[in-house]
């Protein structure tokens, strides 16, 4: 039995309209499925945990974007379950950097042909995170896009990553770096002036944004991007560069590898994992190799 969890919030109201066309695939080709529409927030976690304790469970498959996706690991994780995902929220960036289909009928095929991979995630302050940890700058944006109005509408319009355009411009003129003390893999380093720290389990955010490049979810190592010590208006300049990966190349950015990160800073930094708010410095953030198995 698949059994389908379906965010109904996911791209203001687009997940629910995909999943009636998924449905409606699912009983021509006769497939035995069960659908949970999730109510509230973290409502996704709760599903899972009920759905482990039934018998045959072939895959759980989140029908919306990333925060839908975040959820259902923080409760799948620990289960040999493997994950499935019908994309339908407003970035989709998980499904980029596993390079599952972003049409419906195409995810669904990917999903019943029974493929898996097993992945690594990431682990903070007691939660798992899929895709990437963004902190400072990115976690003030990603709070501001989650709390937008204009999220909603462009969702509806299928522009859902404009929103994150748009709260990058209004962040940019009011937020202040600060220094940060750093132990990577327990050795200490300090940064001066931090706009942000991305830590990155796959190449993608921000609905498509390519804040490290070369982060691959099953090497066992994270991608860190620290930006520092750049005027507001330098920082304007290269943000476009972002949505190819090229801003690495420029002297106020810094890449490195590494598993585990202690991050301390002057003033509390606000982090989110995959798009959702999960807390503020200081964190502890490891990778958790070969966790996940996804379709």
Not at 56 to 79: F, Q, R, W
Not at 248 to 253: G, Q
Request: charged letters at 20%.
């Amino acid at each position: 039995m698949y059994y389908f969890i379906v965010n109904k919030y996911s791209g203001s109201g687009r997940a629910l309209k995909i999943w009636r066309r998924v449905a409606k695939l699912l009983q021509e080709k006769h497939i035995d499925y069960d659908v949970s529409i999730t109510e509230h927030p973290h409502h996704a976690s709760e599903l899972v945990k009920d759905i482990m304790k039934k018998n045959n469970v072939k895959a759980i498959i989140a029908v919306g974007g990333d925060g839908t996706v975040h959820e259902i690991i923080n409760g799948l994780i620990g289960s040999k379950i493997p994950l499935g995902i019908i994309p339908a929220g407003s970035g989709n960036d998980f499904c980029r950097g596993m390079r599952i289909p972003l049409k419906y009928d195409q995810a669904l095929e990917r999903i019943l042909k029974g493929d898996k991979k097993t992945i690594d995630v990431g682990h903070i302050n007691n939660k798992f995170f899929a895709t990437i940890v963004g902190i400072g700058f990115d976690g003030q944006v990603a709070q501001k896009t989650n709390q937008s109005q204009n999220k909603k509408i462009l969702n509806l319009a299928g522009m859902g990553s404009l929103s994150y355009i748009i709260n990058v411009l209004k962040v940019l003129f009011y937020y202040k770096p600060t220094n940060v003390d750093l132990h990577i893999d327990q050795e200490p380093i300090k940064h001066q002036n931090v706009w942000l720290i991305a830590i990155a389990n796959s190449p993608f955010y921000a609905g498509g944004m390519m804040i490290c490049p070369n982060a691959k979810n099953d090497d066992q190592l994270f991608d860190v991007c620290i930006v520092k010590e750049i005027s507001r208006w330098q920082l304007l300049r290269i943000f476009p560069s972002v949505f190819k990966g090229k801003h690495v190349n420029h002297s106020a950015v810094t890449i490195f590898k590494a598993k585990e990160l202690e991050i301390l800073s002057k003033r509390p930094m606000t982090a989110h994992g995959d798009g959702e708010i999960i807390g503020e410095t200081p964190l502890k953030i490891m990778i958790s190799p070969s966790t996940l198995s996804v379709l």
